[in-house]
């Protein structure tokens, strides 16, 4: 075999590294670019924390229950749930209140983190 055939089957792995690194770089350099143009985004759900749907889906989290489990205490339905926390609709006062206590807060509190 030849000297130059024999540096080429060498070469071969440092380049094969080589090329991994440029493709993470490149992947890394990517996801950067999706991250900088999601600040918009980033904002608007920031925001929407402001809000009474936001709120209610917040203390929800916090709380760890799920929409079933507020609903059936509450005695409404689990798309009733879905729509006050995504802001379609809005709880009636009872409810409001309910929502407070099962979240263990008071419903000046709860409302006082609307913006």
């Not at 999706?34 to 980033?42: F, N, Q, T």
Request: aromatic share 8%; hydrophobic share 45%; proline share 3%.
């Amino acid at each position: 075999m030849t000297n130059s055939f024999m540096l080429l089957i060498a070469l071969i792995p440092a380049l094969i590294i080589w090329g991994v690194i440029i493709y993470v770089v490149y992947l890394l350099i990517v996801a950067l670019r999706k991250y900088i143009k999601s600040e918009p985004v980033r904002k608007e759900k920031e925001e929407y924390a402001k809000t009474l749907g936001g709120v209610i889906k917040k203390h929800r989290m916090e709380c760890q229950m799920t929409q079933e489990f507020v609903a059936e205490t509450l005695g409404v339905s689990r798309q009733a749930v879905s729509k006050w926390g995504n802001g379609s609709s809005d709880p009636s006062t009872t409810n409001l209140i309910a929502l407070a206590s099962l979240f263990d807060i008071t419903p000046v509190e709860m409302l006082k983190e609307i913006r």
